[in-house]
């Protein structure tokens, strides 16, 4: 597994507009540095104490992302240095996202999480569930955080056209909460969708964050 190749052959299919996000979940820091030192600066971890453990030991010019299930009992552990979360998935978890951003004297930027797959099990809102969060009074007081866009998973499955219009629904949603809400955000631009196996079509239908792990480290 040669990660330089691999970053260099994913890359050509990349545009530049478009965010590596490397997915290094359960990989060394040895395996990050080697990414790291082939020219990827853009790391994103599944796991609050796992992300903090390998924030410590590796360059301060890595930017971290956080792209799983984040329990709001663990954004003490990320809210120091992470660059952005692509996986909000609450008014709960937002509003602990905000008081440690407070704590850290910082901002946050965050993504909606939105379930666009079949699978039952993805965590995520629904464009109702997001707009009565958005409504909600509490949430125009989170003074430390920024909502910058929406990220999703598509189903599991190699039907693409499946994939396709899921993602074409995450886009969707996106253009319907950037019109009803973000309009005058210039911020609000982000759209994570991709990963090793569709990452492709996620690009054709407007991603601007592809996150992919096997591509680059090889199976986990
Ligand atoms: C693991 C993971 C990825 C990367 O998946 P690959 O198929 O290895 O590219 C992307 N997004 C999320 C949320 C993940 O948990």
Same mark, same amino acid.
């Given at each position: 597994m040669n990660i330089k190749e691999n970053l +260099? !052959?994913?890359r050509q299919y990349i545009p530049k507009k478009v965010k590596l996000v490397a997915v290094s979940k359960y990989k060394p820091v040895e395996t990050i540095l080697e990414a790291f030192q082939a020219g990827q600066h853009i790391f994103g971890e599944n796991k609050a104490q796992e992300l903090s453990a390998?924030?410590?030991? @590796?360059?301060?010019?890595?930017e971290w992302h956080f792209i799983g299930h984040l329990q709001s009992n663990?954004?003490?552990?990320?809210?120091?240095?992470?660059? @952005?979360?692509?996986?909000?998935?609450?008014?709960? =978890? @937002? !509003?602990?996202?905000?008081?440690?951003?407070?704590?850290?004297?910082?901002v946050i930027d965050c993504l909606l999480q939105f379930?666009?797959?079949?699978? +039952?099990?993805?965590?995520g809102f629904s464009l109702l569930e997001a707009e009565a969060m958005i409504g909600n009074p509490e949430f125009s007081n989170f003074k430390n955080?920024?909502?910058?866009?929406?990220?999703?998973?598509?189903?599991?499955?190699?039907?693409?056209?499946q994939v396709r219009k899921?993602?074409?629904? =995450?886009?969707?949603?996106?253009?319907?909460?950037?019109? !009803?809400?973000?309009?005058d955000i210039e911020y609000f631009k982000e759209i994570s969708m991709g990963m090793s196996g569709d990452f492709q079509t996620a690009i054709e239908e407007g991603s601007t964050l592809v996150r992919i792990?096997?591509?680059?480290?090889?199976e986990r």
């Open positions: +260099e !052959k994913l390998k924030q410590a030991l @590796l360059p301060s010019g890595i663990k954004v003490k552990y990320i809210a120091p240095f992470v660059t @952005l979360i692509h996986s909000v998935d609450s008014l709960k =978890l @937002l !509003k602990e996202i905000n008081k440690q951003a407070v704590n850290n004297q910082r379930h666009i797959a079949e699978e +039952e099990t993805k965590f955080i920024r909502i910058c866009g929406v990220m999703g998973m598509a189903t599991f499955t190699d039907d693409q056209s899921e993602f074409r629904h =995450l886009h969707n949603i996106f253009q319907q909460l950037k019109k !009803k809400y973000f309009i792990g096997t591509a680059i480290f090889g």
